[in-house]
T-cell receptor, first 114, second 110 residues
Framework: DSGVTQTPKHLITATGQRVTLRCSPR?????VYWYQQSLDQGLQFLIQ???????AKGNILERFSAQQFPDLHSELNLSSLELGDSALYFC?????????????FGPGTRLTVL | GENVEQHPSTLSVQEGDSAVIKCTYS??????FPWYKQELGKRPQLIID?????GEKKDQRIAVTLNKTAKHFSLHITETQPEDSAVYFC?????????FGTGTSLTVIP
């Protein structure tokens, strides 16, 4: 167990809908990263937050948004869902801001868009 | 932006043999290179990492080498065991962004 929690574990919804994925980082970690892992692809970096502020953006669609709250948990919002958004969404946390630091991954949320 | 390529996509080895996975990156500013192991249905877990000021790092049966000039880094697993079977991802990091390779599915045949 990495200490990073994600809810829900599974989510099934329809095209056009909006969902929110939640992540709680390890105690003491200020950075949260979101990743998308599709069936035939590797991990795609979406976005990073550090202590409530957005710090880096990867291949995140405009239909997706995220935020980190004062208690450091983070939420990833996915709207106008398409079939292609079906994937495993991971969040990861690390202690400090910056690249040279180990990330601890949560168990992931499996999103299925029908 | 950074582009990470990983080869091979699948790899089968006999138990006890060595396995090598190679990655290349495009942005010379990348300065941190972690390797993750992901078992089926589980989360990625860091197995080893290397920073740009180091050429090689070893941890028991696992080693990573980095060639900054050629912009490539490799994972070496010696004396492979069936429990090494998993998908392995390399990544290159610039500041706060991480770019992952597409993964190598390693199967160790008993």
């Amino acid at each position: 167990d990495s200490g990073v929690t994600q809810t829900p574990k599974h989510l099934i919804t329809a095209t056009g809908q909006r969902v929110t994925l939640r992540c709680s980082p390890r105690s003491g970690d200020l950075s949260v990263y979101w990743y998308q892992q599709s069936l035939d692809q590797g991990l795609q970096f979406l976005i990073q937050y550090y202590n409530g502020e957005e710090r880096a953006k990867g291949n995140i669609l405009e239909r997706f948004s995220a935020q980190q709250f004062p208690d450091l948990h983070s939420e990833l919002n996915l709207s106008s869902l398409e079939l292609g958004d079906s994937a495993l969404y991971f969040c990861a946390s690390s202690e400090i801001n910056g690249a040279n630091n180990e990330q601890f991954f949560g168990p992931g949320t499996r999103l299925t868009v029908l | 932006g950074e582009n990470v390529e990983q080869h091979p996509s699948t790899l089968s080895v006999q138990e006890g043999d060595s396995a090598v996975i190679k990655c290349t990156y495009s942005d010379s500013a990348s300065n941190y290179f972690p390797w993750y192991k992901q078992e089926l249905g589980k989360r990625p877990q860091l197995i080893i990492d290397i920073r740009s000021n180091v050429g090689e790092k070893k941890d028991q049966r696992i080693a990573v080498t980095l060639n900054k000039t050629a912009k490539h880094f490799s994972l070496h697993i010696t004396e492979t065991q069936p429990e090494d079977s998993a998908v392995y991802f390399c990544a290159a990091s610039i500041v706060n962004q991480f770019y992952f390779g597409t993964g190598t599915s390693l199967t160790v045949i008993p």
